[in-house]
Nanobody, 121 residues
Framework: QAMLEESGGGLVQFGGSLRLSCAASGYIRDIKSAAWYRQAPGNQRELVASNTRGETREYGDSVKGRFTISRDNTKNTVYLQMNNLKPEDTAVYYC???????????????WGQGPQVTVSS
């Protein structure tokens, strides 16, 4: 049972937009903080955007002004809106959440499966 289910990846042209979603399963009671990472072939995984419950947001330098992280607490879902996409944004994008499972007594990190985002030039 996947604890975080991602959707929204795919192929888009240069300058296009995509929105990734990361929905917590019914086994997750609460998300304290969430982030999006990405990893391109041959590269290390890098932080794209992060968001805490207090609405503090941080972005990687390469995506500032183009990407926006947001969350819907009523749906326990985190989003990554990606605009003005460039070929160098091509990567597998992973959702990460510090979450409390039902029946658990502490928050722990969970990862999504990582949809592919490909930007053609």
């Amino acid at each position: 049972q996947a604890m975080l289910e991602e959707s929204g990846g795919g192929l888009v042209q240069f300058g296009g937009s995509l929105r990734l979603s990361c929905a917590a399963s019914g086994y997750i009671r609460d998300i304290k903080s969430a982030a999006w990472y990405r990893q391109a072939p041959g590269n290390q995984r890098e932080l794209v955007a992060s968001n805490t419950r207090g609405e503090t947001r941080e972005y990687g330098d390469s995506v500032k002004g183009r990407f926006t992280i947001s969350r819907d607490n009523t749906k326990n879902t985190v989003y990554l809106q990606m605009n003005n996409l460039k070929p160098e944004d091509t990567a597998v994008y992973y959702c990460n959440a510090d979450a409390l499972p039902y029946g658990g007594d502490s928050y722990r990190p969970y990862w999504g499966q990582g949809p592919q985002v490909t930007v053609s030039s």
